[in-house]
């Protein structure tokens, strides 16, 4: 099988700016994804390994799969330099193909689904390696907040900042805001709040937790950028 990702073009400019070896420093990720020493976790769509490192730190036992196998090489020298005992896999996230059938009791996709083409085959494939009852985090950009039309306004009174959105019913692949970011990527597929609920119920994943946290910016503090989960598999 041969695999490629828009990240296999910018996978060294994407580990620069993420931070070359860096271990992810995110409190409400590790607020949601808990205690996990002793636990087997499957990081999807890992990259160059900063949540599988984090994980690995806390005690988990950690394979990650992606499908840019230069980013995968990246993550792989990082565990060369600092060994954790991450296992790296070069897969298809709405596969997962090689992860078998109820073999983690926790899976992560941290900032990634917006990329990944069909969501229901993804969480379908989540839900098939995750032991009964296992747990899935995930995090993305907001879909409220983040759709194909959004600006910003400066109030002519107070200089305050606001958000603005449109074409948020508009579901499919559009031009991110990484897009913007030369060389950095690449385009990302909106979809609506309901999709994603709806897409974890039919996949057998039941929502425990949301987190919407603030960020210190003038836009970001007044909505929220990202948009977290904690869901439970129903089996």
Same mark, same amino acid.
């Given at each position: ?5 828009? &990240?296999?073009? =910018?996978?060294?400019? &994407?580990?620069?700016? $993420? *931070?070359? *070896? ?16 002793? #636990? ?6 890992? !990259?160059? !390994? ?7 730190? #806390? ?46 009791? %926790?899976? =992560? ?27 899935? $985090? ?27 959105? %449109?074409?948020?019913?508009?579901? %499919? ?8 970011? @030369?060389?950095?990527?690449? %385009?990302? &597929? ?6 994603? $609920? @709806? ?37």
């Amino acid at each position: 099988m041969t695999l490629s990702s828009a &990240y296999d073009d =910018v996978a060294d400019d &994407y580990d620069e700016w $993420v *931070g070359a *070896g860096a271990v992810l420093d995110d409190p409400t990720f590790a607020e949601l994804v808990g205690d996990v020493a002793g #636990q087997k976790v499957a990081v999807v769509a890992c !990259g160059q !390994g900063r949540e599988a490192r984090y994980l690995a730190t #806390q005690g988990a036992d950690v394979t990650g799969l992606d499908a840019s196998g230069n980013l995968l090489a990246i993550a792989r020298q990082h565990e060369e330099t600092d060994p954790l005992g991450i296992v790296y896999h070069h897969g298809d996230a709405h596969t997962l193909d090689g992860l078998a059938d109820e073999s983690f009791d %926790g899976a =992560v996709c941290h900032m990634a689904l917006m990329d990944i083409p069909d969501l229901a085959a993804a969480l379908g494939s989540v839900a098939r390696i995750l032991r009964p009852h296992g747990w899935f $985090v995930l995090s993305i950009t907001h879909p409220c907040f983040k759709t194909p039309a959004t600006g910003e306004i400066v109030d002519h009174v107070d200089q305050s900042v606001r958000r603005t959105v %449109g074409r948020y019913f508009a579901e %499919g692949y559009w031009d991110g805001p990484g897009k913007h970011r @030369n060389p950095l990527p690449v %385009g990302a &597929y909106h979809r609506t709040l309901s999709t994603y $609920v @709806n897409t974890l119920t039919a996949a057998g994943l039941t929502i425990d937790r949301m987190a919407e946290p603030s960020l210190d910016t003038p836009v970001w503090r007044e909505v929220p950028c990202l948009l977290y989960l904690r869901a439970h598999c129903t089996t």
